[in-house]
């Protein structure tokens, strides 16, 4: 079985420009959760989604965005990129997003902002 | 308030045990989850506790207190490999639940 994939795998952008990063979760994993992560603050939960809808968000302002599609795929949009978004964005799937599902991670995408 | 602390860095020797404790403050409890993350890679599915005790798998162990609101994960006959940085994680809520995530635990294993 694929595991999750996530593109691109690196990014560089400037101040003010917006961003969008795609994940593949797991063939028939139908939940897909996104994190921030930072050497100072760990791994910052964004958003989930299960069955196109997003089902929980984090603390983040509303340039953080997100969807899922039907086919579980699911993209990430930062919107007035600033130079904090740096950052390792991970995504996860699970199967059905129960609070007992491990996540299965994608590798990443590595947003530099400069 | 939702909080999650882990020693920020540790270092054992090859062979050696080592315990990596976690406590968490959250709101809401569902269960506690194990990652381990090596430098430049994804987080790794370890372990899950939900009820109190030990639960033990290979090498690995973890531990879990509700009342205390502790963790600890448990690593035997340390291996050069197990270098990396280790998650301690909750899962909180209801219908709805959210991962929070501690920031982690850096392991270095020295031969």
């Known amino acids: 079985k694929a595991g999750v994939t996530q593109t691109p795998r690196y990014l560089i952008k400037t101040r003010g420009q917006q961003v969008t990063l795609s994940c593949s979760p797991i063939s028939g994993h139908r939940s897909v959760s996104w994190y921030q992560q930072t050497p100072g603050q760990g791994l910052q939960f964004l958003f989930e989604?299960?069955?196109?809808?997003?089902?929980n968000k984090g603390n983040f302002p509303g340039r953080f965005s997100g969807r899922q599609f039907s086919n579980s795929r699911s993209e990430m949009n930062v919107s007035t990129l600033e130079l904090g978004d740096s950052a390792l964005y991970l995504c996860?799937?699970?199967?059905?997003?129960?609070?007992?599902?491990?996540?299965?991670f994608g590798p990443g995408t590595r947003l530099t902002v400069l | 308030g939702q909080n999650i602390d882990q020693p920020t860095e540790m270092t054992a020797t090859e062979g050696a045990i080592v315990q990596i404790n976690c406590t968490y403050q959250t709101s809401g409890f569902n269960g506690l989850f194990w990652y381990q993350q090596h430098a430049g890679e994804a987080p790794t599915f370890l372990s899950y506790?939900?009820?109190?005790g030990l639960e033990e798998k290979g090498r690995f162990s973890s531990f879990l207190s509700r009342s205390k609101g502790y963790s600890y994960l448990l690593l035997k006959e340390l291996q050069m490999k197990d270098s990396a940085s280790y998650l301690c994680a909750v899962t909180t809520g209801g219908g709805t639940y959210k991962y929070i995530f501690g920031t982690g635990t850096r392991l270095k294993v020295l031969a």
């Open positions: 506790n939900v009820l109190d």
């Open positions: 989604y299960f069955s196109e809808t997003q089902r």
């Open positions: 996860a799937s699970s199967s059905s997003g129960g609070s007992g599902n491990e996540q299965f």
